[in-house]
Structure formats: C-alpha cells, structure tokens
C-alpha cells in the first residue's frame, strides 16, 4: 500500500514535498488555507519581488540618458503595478495548484490540525475531513512580529502583509527594522520617489551581514536621501489629526510620516496545530525543533519552511520539502546528501543587489580561520560598463592551502543570479581554479567571478 503522506501548509516547502513525495509514489494530500504557494506567493517573495522589478525599471530608464538615448521617461503607474503583481500571483498559483491535481494530490481548502499521532483534520467549508497518515508535515510558515507598542490598521501603520502594494503610494514612509525585509522596502519606496526615513536598531545596516557589504548599500540609501535613524529603537507609533504618523524612539527622536512600517521579524504558526495531540514538541519561541532530515521529535512528523526555525528563504523551505519526501519515502540512503544550511545562497534584492553564500570574511576572522580573500570591482567589468551598472564588487572567499571555494559575496546588478555559481562550487567542494579553468562567456558579468577566483 502506498505511503499516506498529509501535508499541513501549501508554502514552498508543503508544495515541494507535496510534488516530490507523489513522484515518488505517495499517496499525498495537501491541506491549504489560503492559496498553494503560501505566504511566499501571496505576501511575501513574489510580490516584494515585483514591486522591486518595477522600481529597478524605473530607475534604469530614468538613467537612460548615459547609455546614449534621450527623451526616455518613466512614471509610475500605480494601478498599473497592482494588476500586475495580481496577474502574476494568479499565474503562480494555478500552475502550481494544477501542478499538483495532474501529480495526483489530493488539495484540500482548509485549514488542517492533528488531533493524534497519525490523525489530521481538515475543517473545510462543507465540514470536517478526517485523514489518517503514515507521515505527516507542518510547513504552516510564519506571520509578521507586531511589537505590543504599535497597532498595525492596514493602512496607515502596515506590516508587510499590507505593503505589497500599499493602498496608496506613502509620500513618507517609515520604516521600521533593517534586516533584509527593511531594507528590500526602503529600497523599492525610494526607487518610487517616496520619501523614506530607516529606524536602524544597531549603528549597521544589515547588521548580520558583512560591513563592507552593509556599506555599499548605505552609501546607496545616502546618495537617494534616505534619512537613517542609527542605533535608535521604536517604541510607539502615534496617529496625527491629519492623518500622519509619528514613530517615537527610545532616544528621544522621532519621524514624522505618511506610513510606517513594520518589519521586524516574524513569528511561527504553530498554534492551534494540534501538536499536544500528536506528542510534537514545540520550543520556547514556538518553532518545532527538528533534526538534519527535518524529522521532529516524533518520528512520522516533519517539519519544513519558516515553522522549522532554519533560515527563514523560500529557497531553504523547497529543498527541506524534497529531501522529507526522500526521507518518507524511505530513500535516505548513506549518499544521501543532507541539508547544508551554511551552504544555502541568499538575496537581498535592493539596488544594488546583495547576494551571498558559506563562509562571510567577519565569520572567518571571528574564528581566526586562515582565509584568502580575493575581490574585483564592477568597475574593470566590461559587461557591467555596457550593461551601465559598474557598481559594486565580487569577492571570494577560499582556503588558502587547498584553494577550495570556501564562500563569497557580490554587490551589484543580477548579484541573485550570479551567486549560483559560488554556491554551486562551495556545495561541490570546488575549487578556486574550477572557476578560472570555465570558459565563460564574453561579455557576461561572470567574468568577473573567475577573475575574484584568480
Ligand atoms: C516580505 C518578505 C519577502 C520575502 N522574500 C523572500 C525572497 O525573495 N526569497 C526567499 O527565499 N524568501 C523570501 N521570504 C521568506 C519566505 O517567504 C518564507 O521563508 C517562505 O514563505 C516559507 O515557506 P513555508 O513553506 O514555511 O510556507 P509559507 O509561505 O509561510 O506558507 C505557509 C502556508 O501554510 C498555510 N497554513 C497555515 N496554517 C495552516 C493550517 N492550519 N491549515 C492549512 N493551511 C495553513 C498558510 O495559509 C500558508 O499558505 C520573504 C519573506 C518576507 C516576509
């Protein structure tokens, strides 16, 4: 008899798992709430992403002029960016709910609990679904932190799941919290000619990322106005008659603003799962510790994406999805590769782009680690002067005695896609002359990789 795999949360990480598990021969059902895809579809990934595909677009119009064209330019269109980002979750979402009926998974709209080891329901609208399950996954994902001082109203005073796109376009936006959420904001408003003031915490923006990395995106946020607010924390947010709001910081400052902002880190689903019923533990912070095959403390139970308390990414949610389904599905042999967290590339999608991937310089230094450093500017880049985007840099990071690819970072256009090949050389054990030794094409930014590799 096959495998009854009842997977709880459509995000990347139950959608994966979904996919990979009925490939294989599960029987799967799915239990989704909202829409297959998840947050990451609806709130978060997809149209954050959009809304900074056009404010990029924008921008690199409105400079135009430098790559010998004149008289081109461009406004936004609101509106128009709405129907946009619409069209495009519309899109997403059905192939990949189709995606999964054509597999054979059974999707069931509602929202699912566990109300023993091996017992899920799944309240629906036309009643109660009971499902019994050889194995089962939490991916229920996560949901933005709102601070006891600030009452979110979706309009005035927002959370990420109200700013994308906001109701109206913020003449001043306030934003509050400067991890990669933040600042992907402050970014995408300033590209839309708002004016945007930054609530910075730490005297760093980014401040778990390398400082010359930080740097390069500061100098950024200077050069277009944005006001920062360093080493200062919120600690109110008040409404004005006129409509504005006022964010109180525990220094004494404040800004004055047509919006704010929240985006302070987020919190699990886990409540009202059930998990008491089952035996699954949850940790103080409410996430489901689990181990390297994301197997919980009960060993039919798995748990993926944000709930699972690992690097919050879409891109870690999918691949933890694949390697439960391998591990259900009993395909955990020793070759079996497991999951890597300091291996997984991420993005922050400001301008410029930020990528990076292993080993950080500050890391490397902090555990006294013998490290070669090689870096290469845009700049000497003949595809980024065509492309008229020559800031930022490439740099790598590879152990001096073997030369094996040990990490790296780029600042720059299209940084998200080119950090794939760091991150396949530090997944593949490669070494630095891999990288020198590929033939490349000419021009393409990846030059500059293998030249940082030399
Ligand atoms: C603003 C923002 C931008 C981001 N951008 C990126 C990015 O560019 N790249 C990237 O890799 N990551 C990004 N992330 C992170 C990424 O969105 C998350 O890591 C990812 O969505 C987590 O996936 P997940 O599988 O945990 O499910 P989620 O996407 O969180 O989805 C969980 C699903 O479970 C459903 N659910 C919850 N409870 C129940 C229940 N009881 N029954 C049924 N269904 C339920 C929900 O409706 C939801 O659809 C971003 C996050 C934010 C906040």
Known sequence: ??????????????????????????????????????????????????????????????????????????????????????????????????????????????????????????????????????????????????????????????????????????????????????????????????????????????????PEVAAALEDEFLARGVRLFKGARAQGIERQDDGAVKVLC??????????????????????????????????TWGYIDNNHHCVTNVPHVYVAGDLSGKLPLSSVATMQGRKIAEHAMGMHTRDHRHLDYDKAASAIFTEPEIADVGLAEAEAFAEGRKIRVTKVPFSASAKALINNSPRGFVKILSDPATGVVLGGSIVGRHAAELISVIALAVTAGLKVEDIVDSLFVHPALAEALAEASD
């Open 1 to 210: 008899m096959a495998l009854r795999f009842v997977i709880i949360g459509g995000g990347p990480g139950g959608h994966a798992a979904a996919s990979h598990a009925a490939k294989l021969g599960a029987e799967v059902t799915i239990i989704e709430r909202d829409i297959i895809g998840g947050a990451a579809h609806l709130w978060d990934c997809i149209p954050s992403k959009a809304m900074i595909a056009t404010g990029s677009a924008l921008n690199f119009i409105n400079r135009s002029e430098q790559m010998g064209l004149t008289d081109v330019k461009a406004q936004l269109d609101f509106a128009g960016l709405r129907d946009r980002i619409q069209s495009i979750e519309d899109r997403l979402e059905s192939s990949a709910s189709t995606l999964l009926r054509s597999q054979g998974v059974r999707v069931i709209e509602g929202t699912g609990r566990l109300v023993g080891p091996h017992q899920v329901v799944a309240e629906t609208t036309g009643g109660a679904v009971e499902l019994e399950a050889d194995a089962i996954l939490l991916s229920t994902g996560s949901r933005p932190r709102i601070p006891d001082w600030a009452e979110p109203d979706g309009d005035r005073v927002l959370t990420t799941r109200d700013a994308y796109p906001p109701k109206d376009l913020p003449s001043h936006m306030i934003v509050i919290g400067s991890g990669v959420t933040g600042v992907e904001f402050v970014s995408m408003f300033s590209s839309f000619g708002c004016d945007v003031t930054l609530i910075v915490s730490r005297q760093q923006v980014l401040p778990a990322k390398d």
């Open 250 to 283: 525990d220094d004494g400052r404040s800004a004055v603003g047509s919006h704010a902002l929240l985006a302070i880190g987020s919190i699990p689903n886990s409540e009202d799962l059930g998990c008491d019923l089952a035996g699954v533990e949850v940790n």
